[in-house]
């Protein structure tokens, strides 16, 4: 089973700045198997990044993400307060399904 | 559009059974996609349950797959997680989802969740 580790654990930033969130994976695996989901609090994950770096639908182009191997990113550009949340990624290594154990980014 | 309702009941005895249903409308279970159960203990992290593809492929957590079974209902388009011999540690909200495509991968949609006391 492939474990994902966070970092960092809490970003605390202003508006207008940008968030960066790794996600490092305990061994490769293939980079369209890599998603990312928001969850606001009392609400449900939305799909925000899939195939590392593609957006799902509806998703501004302030998020991206990028990464290959065991190592991804995910980059909140321009941060609105909306972006207060969150945020997992989540591989696929054919079997099993893991989510990393989260950032949560705290807009001041 | 596809939706999704998670159904149960939200007090489980510990050694019991925790059985719940997830409610399609705007897709069948019969369709190319898995469909899968995710859970998030209070203040906790995201925990994949497992994923079920009405063509007999279901896929379950390492952790967990003694103690779990999912199952597709195509005449009701539901689809339904039962637990085993919970505990306090299976406190948690339980969502389903569907996932994006014929593998178990990303998950597209998701329920509102239900919160699941074991007491």
């Known amino acids: 089973e492939i474990v994902l580790t966070q970092s960092p654990g809490t970003l605390s930033l202003s508006p207008g700045d940008t968030a960066t969130v790794s996600c490092w994976a305990s061994?490769?695996?293939?980079?369209?198997?890599l998603s990312w989901y928001q969850q606001k609090s009392g609400q449900a994950p939305r799909l925000l990044i899939y195939g590392t770096s593609k957006r799902a639908a509806g998703i501004p182009d302030r998020f991206s993400g990028s990464g290959l191997g065991a190592d991804f990113t995910l980059t909140i550009s321009r941060l609105e307060p909306e972006d207060s949340a969150v945020y997992y990624c989540?591989?696929?290594?054919?079997?099993?399904?893991?989510f990393g154990g989260g950032t949560k980014v705290e807009i001041k | 559009q596809v939706r999704l309702q998670e159904s149960g009941p939200g007090l489980v005895k510990p050694s019991e059974t925790l059985s719940l249903t997830c409610i399609v409308s705007g897709d069948s279970v019969r369709s190319d996609y898995f469909w899968g159960w995710v859970r998030q203990p209070p203040g906790q992290g995201l925990q994949w349950i497992g994923s079920a593809y009405h063509g007999g492929n279901t896929y379950y957590s390492p952790s967990l797959k003694t103690r779990v079974s999912l199952s597709l209902d195509a005449s009701e388009n539901t689809f339904s997680l039962q637990m085993t011999s919970v505990t306090a540690a299976d406190t948690a909200v339980y969502y389903c989802?569907?996932?994006?495509?014929?593998?178990?991968?990303?998950?597209?949609?998701w329920g509102q969740g239900i919160l699941v006391t074991v007491s």
């Open positions: 989802g569907r996932h994006a495509d014929s593998g178990p991968s990303r998950i597209s949609y």
């Open positions: 989540q591989q696929y290594d054919g079997s099993v399904l893991t």
């Open positions: 061994q490769s695996f293939p980079s369209n198997f």
